[in-house]
């Protein structure tokens, strides 16, 4: 299997469509998923960037959750019955190479009714899905990797290792010689001062404290977060302005890093900035962000601001 392309819509599911991307990109490689935020680079027309990896891409993903089918626009109009709705152009774009296109239901949906989609996509309803729940998230990740044959390159053919590879040679212990060497080696660092200590990642956190998944406040804001296992998508939108983003908890599992985009809806304008999320309960959070300069907006250090859990 190839290049993997996700299909979603930004307003309902960005958060799922985030973890996913996350989870195979971990699994594939960044170079074999394809998702419109992090794919497109600073400056490059998207939509040409869009049609030229769906007429190479050997999957399309295209997330489905209860809100897909009847998502309108700023002028009431249901986006699917927009022949420019770009979710639209990329099922029908995939359905006409005949590649393989797989639903993948979110949040609860079920399968749209071939009767409710637009003639130019209808097939979509015929195409064998997978549902991902979210209580069983990372379990359903690895079995929807599994169904579908996705390896990366180097690793193609072995997802069963432990009952079908053959024997492994077994590694070649090192001489006694080359140790005693090493162990020279490094108390004469030691004792010069001269020591490379090697940075390795933080771990995340195996087991949260808390599901922050639902609506948050913060002053007149309110945003909504959603956790699957460790990672955490950030939503908030106004009439003007849409903000998202993702990020994993830390180690302690008491703080998150996210990444986030903010883009103005007048032009199309993107920014980058990051949060440090801090979890003081489970219904309350204090936050930090701070934002890059672009779009008007200088570069700078956002005020420390506390979320409450919306009721």
Not at 296 to 304: K, M, Q, R
């Amino acid at each position: 299997m190839g290049s993997v392309f996700i299909s979603y819509r930004r307003q309902t599911a960005a958060g799922e469509a985030r973890a996913l991307f996350n989870d195979l990109v971990a699994r594939l490689g960044p170079n074999a998923v394809f998702m419109d935020v992090d794919s497109i680079s600073l400056g490059r027309d998207f939509r040409n960037a869009i049609q030229k990896t769906l007429a190479s891409c050997d999957l399309v993903l295209v997330l489905i959750d209860k809100e897909w089918a009847a998502v309108k626009d700023d002028k009431g109009q249901i986006r699917l019955e927009n022949p420019n709705d770009y979710v639209r152009m990329e099922i029908e774009a995939a359905l006409k190479r005949d590649i393989a296109v797989t639903p993948v239901l979110v949040k609860g949906a079920q399968m749209p009714a071939a009767k409710d989609l637009p003639a130019e996509i209808r097939d979509l309803a015929y195409r064998n899905g997978f549902e991902l729940s979210h209580g069983r998230w990372d379990s359903d990740v690895r079995e929807m990797i599994r169904r579908l044959n996705l390896a990366a390159p180097e690793r193609a053919g072995q997802l069963e290792t432990d009952r079908s590879a053959p024997l492994q040679k077994r590694p070649r212990v090192p001489s006694a010689r080359w140790l005693i060497g090493i162990s020279v080696a490094i108390a004469v660092a030691l004792a010069s001062g001269y020591v490379a200590i090697m940075k390795l990642p933080l771990p995340v956190a195996e087991s949260p404290p808390c599901d922050l998944t639902g609506d948050w406040i913060s002053r007149d804001a309110r945003y909504s977060l959603t956790q699957t296992g460790t990672s955490v998508a950030f939503r908030y939108q106004t009439k003007t302005v849409d903000h998202w983003g993702s990020g994993l908890y830390d180690k302690d599992g008491r703080h998150i890093i996210l990444n986030l985009t903010r883009e103005r809806k007048s032009d199309g304008c993107k920014v980058n900035g990051k949060s440090t999320i801090e979890v003081v309960t489970c219904s309350e959070l204090q936050s930090k962000t701070t934002w890059d300069a672009g779009c008007d907006l200088e570069h700078g250090v956002s005020d420390l601001s506390m979320s409450t859990r919306a009721q």
